[in-house]
């Protein structure tokens, strides 16, 4: 028995609330249970400066925690001087994610900075900025063609992300902080629509897992990003 | 007329919603129009090094912009390195604001951290900041007393803020970001529930502002304080 | 009676020298008691970038103190790898008083950067910069008068600065740091030679203070700044 | 046929020469073909802060290049002010691997810093330099059981890492920087000597990856650590 | 002929004031020509971390320029975020200078902070502040001793410094900012009031210079140090 | 007897080894017995903003100790986020001493950036540094000659370095750790192959040191430096 009652294949109660920050091109409020991200998509004029003159855009992509999403609160990374280690992995895993979906030829020479701020967190604060964060990136290229500034949307297929873990021996789908903490392995899966692997990172906490198990894991997040996907489309269709 | 529409002496809707950050001690989502500040109060074991010793506790804060709170998106501090001036100003303000109500013996030797984390701003970041803020703080004291922490709350009254400015000839209350952009004086009010003054701060963006604009100015924030504390009572007694 | 036994309305001994640094387009050593303050104006060849094909040029100001002009020692900012809060604070202070009366359009897309280096501190040293840069400010002006590189001096008016504050429940002008310490109230104006207020900024340390209390601060800042006034008056004439 | 001309099964050559730092208490130099990684070792007495008074050690790594170690010159990271984010990722990934073989209870309360400085790069520098870490890890506790500071070697079990890829279509092991640059996926494997997994990361550079071919390169790294491990053993031996 | 019209073996007219900063222990203003320093002497109650328990004590140095000090404005280290190479150099020199000539152990368990602040430059900055720094230093230790805190001063001995080059193929001394700009060496020389030297650095600006040159420039150094020994001595008799 | 029973005159076994670093342009491996520097120089294509356009080209250089040359672990310098004081004196006498035998004019609009990168260190690790930089930037130039870069070689001369010290009362060469530690006086000199000067640096440690020990220690280091130059012609002629 999982400590949130689900079964080894359920993940949280997800939601994706869009348009939710005024001012931006894109946005989303999106909850995989307690844990709540406000992503944004920012349409910036220019590509950063290796691509100039190339026809090629880019889309890249910022993290960061407010300090009191977390049970005892975090210090603001602007006091201590510089993001995290783990806040700059995250944030190279989300902008390398959407990245695979985008046609960066067809945006051209522009940029979209995507804003991924959690605003509480339960685990699994990854998995929900990617997820909510093609939601975003699809509503800002919605309006750059809603404006002309597009023909057509550079979005390839959908891309969305959840955690595996093995705990007290069984693999696992989409765990929250409680079960996180206890188990003894991690694994956090990228998977488009058409379910290409576009990421696959998996971490042994204490004792290393066994081929096996990566392929439990692997196929519990095949079928939970098929999940997300399907939240998705009817996020975007609302 | 105000760009607004609204009256001179007029705010704009304000709502406050308690509880909306799981972990915190107190919290609250304030709204002054499209201005939206998340605040949540911490509760830290131990006061500042300097108070060791001393018997006293201390209130002190912290603020920020999501990147994408604003028309064009802004920079994140954590990537420039370190709070800007403005950002510590504000910070320093609202610190000393709570401070002035916030009895700090009773409170003993603890730290009461405040966050400010602003979703969306269209003017009067600092005052909705300040005037959350007390409602955070006010749950968090109830938080300690619920748990025999602390036998009172050590809020000896209420605090709210507001700001006014000279727009068009005129003093008006409670600027949004179009009013404030075009304001040729610019002024905050920090102001007790039983009236006292605890922070003036007017200054000109142009020309020089008279004394009977500052006495202008003066008497609508009184009277903006005094709906805002209206408010806070009726939050905290839902 | 003041610690200092000067009548409420008593500045301390006000000093200004011109002319003490070699190199500077304009400079003073400015003293009010024992603060002293050496002030220089620099003149820069570009405004800011925001500025550049505006036809507008910028004043803007740094603050800082030697490390021993204070009782104890304090650390030197580049040690510590930034400016701290205050001292941004009091920057922004002293560029905005400096704008309010310079026709910024007239000096054209120039610079001028003016350093206030507090050798000796007893309080009021923002005040003292204020007051000395408006002359350092004007020395410049007259440099370029002299070379042909402006018409006529940008200048519209004086500009000066006071401190005062409600200390034993009296309002008094111009405190020193013995006074400033005891003070519940402390307030800082920065009001032009024909009277008009650019800034106003006043904060309770202790308990909240009353509208009244504001007033009879107002009063005696705009008397304080009429003597610093003539003073400059004196200073540029002599 | 790879630019290199191996098997897609076939390693570089390596080599592991062993106690080439004169003072530190673990050294190899490592090299995957024209990657070379000195790696040391060093004792630190204390563990870090979170850890004492628990009774259990630390392992942890640092990763820099030298700026020539590359095609064209690297700027120095002490330059920059801070490590970027892919050398913070494999210092982490460097820590946790050494960790997972470690019995941090029978190391007690020291900590070991292992340093990964990358003389030259062509590729697989965090798997070079996991590989080595491992033998200057085994030497540093071989010299503290001679000291009889441990009564037996805390390691339990060998450590290495090796990168696949898929290229030209096809799963191979251990790319070069030429094959690294045109593959479309990378992935790194870190695997126990008894064949146990401690982490999988697996990216798509270009088009998203299949599970078959996830599977492909698993087998690879397999066949791939196990000389490596065997190659640990030898330089031990000697 | 020099540029100052100075014979080969003459110093600027040199001024040395002592208290001029109200807080400080011991202080001075010291003119070497155009070039003014003002030097302070603080006394911390500890040492540095390293000499706690060992009973003996410390001086160190710590330096700067007023951005203005120069022809055109320096920026402000502070805003560069750290001291540059050359103040480092400096502050390294002035603190290895002064120990060379004070008996630590006798100091006891304190640091002596000494602040050089270069309130004018016109070449030889470091040999002025050094030169001050005795006289500051040696008004801190007459106050300890007027306290008790001291039976006897530390000070061994006097130190001086002064600069040389070659400048039109002629050894020089004292050089100011425009001979030095042309000089082909440039050197600096620490030496004892009984001839010591402390330190020599000689650099070679364009042409190598020989042996005889160094040798010349070391015969008009010790002649100049002799010089200010004396008026050290003259000011603290005074 | 010194401790390491060399003659006072006697140099440590040095050995320099060419083109160790694949991708420089020129690079070494130079040893004074047990203090090792790797130094690569490196081509760039443009030299500092302040030359272009002036037809000069610029040399300077670079210096580091992995942290585990030393022994006791030296922190990172891109842990604590500069270059430390020392680093930097070393970098710059290092760029200045190689500068001073290039005809950069010559060399044109170009920079040759140097590494020295100290892989262990027993002493003297600035002295080899700037030997084995001669070389590496011997090689770069022939590099760019044989690929018609240049028409000749802008190097002008050779240049080398080496430490002399005052140890139990007499002069000795080339001081590794253990000498240097208890040394009175710690000299360095750079010398042109034609004997000519280029920077004398000498510091008491402890007693200030005379004239005829200066005198002594140049003896000592002209030939020293004559054999470092013998050997520098002879690892270029190899």
Same mark, same amino acid.
């Given at each position: ?67 009191? &999403? ?39 020479? %522009? ?9 509480? &967190? ?13 939601? &975003? ?84 997040? %095949? ?9 998705? %489309? ?5």
């Amino acid at each position: 028995m999982r400590p949130s009652r689900r079964a080894p294949d359920e993940l949280r109660p997800v939601s994706i609330e869009r348009a939710v920050a005024r001012y931006a091109e894109g946005s989303c409020l999106i909850k995989f249970g307690e844990t709540h991200v406000l992503v944004t998509a920012s349409l910036e004029d220019k590509p950063p400066p290796w691509l100039r003159g190339t026809g090629k855009g880019w889309v890249t992509a910022e993290y960061a925690m407010l300090p009191r &999403a977390t049970h005892e609160r975090t210090r603001r990374e602007s006091s201590s001087g510089k993001p995290s280690g783990r806040t700059q992995e995250i944030q190279r895993l989300v902008g390398r994610s959407l990245r695979a979906v985008v046609d960066l030829v067809r945006l051209g020479e %522009k940029q979209i900075m995507i804003d991924c701020d959690v605003l509480q &967190a339960d685990g699994g604060t990854r998995t929900a900025s990617i997820t909510g964060a093609w939601v &975003a990136l699809h509503d800002c290229f919605q309006w750059m063609v809603g404006r002309n500034m597009l023909n057509v949307s550079p979005l390839k297929d959908h891309v969305a992300a959840i955690s595996c873990g093995i705990s007290r021996g069984q693999a696992v789908l989409d765990l929250d902080y409680a079960e996180d903490s206890e188990a003894q392995t991690d694994a956090n899966f990228v998977i488009t629509g058409s379910g290409g692997l576009v990421e696959v990172q998996g971490t042994a906490e204490g004792a290393p897992f066994s081929e096996d198990q990566l392929i439990d894991m692997l196929a519990l997040a %095949k079928g939970g990003v098929a999940k997300l996907v399907a939240l998705q %489309k009817q996020a975007v269709a609302g």
